[in-house]
Nanobody, 115 residues
Framework: QVQLVESGGGVVQAGGSLRLSCAAS????????MGWFRQAPGKEREFVARIWWSGGSTYYGDSVKGRFTISRDNAKNTVYLQMNSLKPEDTAVYYC????????WGQGTQVTVSS
């Protein structure tokens, strides 16, 4: 079993920045990838970013390319999402994801960007 705990959400003005963290724990934690998804009210969950745990390759959704950066600290079992140049349309609940042959999800953290 893997537990994921997100933190770092909040309210920020458009153009501002936030950094999300996701700390993983569990005896079986050995993911292929870690990632971030988001879900705005009335919309489907959307892919944001992913990082390969071994090697560190990254992949981003089109709506966040050039503004968001995903990174990891393997020693701390933690993945980060640095979000810059935030827009009101980035407002959503952000979920951390750990993927092997099973998907694990965190409880989510709210990000609100005011105009």
């Amino acid at each position: 079993q893997v537990q994921l705990v997100e933190s770092g959400g909040g309210v920020v003005q458009a153009g501002g920045s936030l950094r999300l963290s996701c700390a993983a724990s569990g005896r079986t934690f050995s993911p292929y990838t870690m990632g971030w998804f988001r879900q705005a009210p009335g919309k489907e969950r959307e892919f944001v970013a992913r990082i390969w745990w071994s090697g560190g390759s990254t992949y981003y959704g089109d709506s966040v390319k050039g503004r968001f950066t995903i990174s990891r600290d393997n020693a701390k079992n933690t993945v980060y999402l640095q979000m810059n140049s935030l827009k009101p349309e980035d407002t959503a609940v952000y979920y951390c994801n750990s993927r092997t042959n099973i998907d694990y999800w965190g409880q989510g953290t709210q990000v609100t960007v005011s105009s």
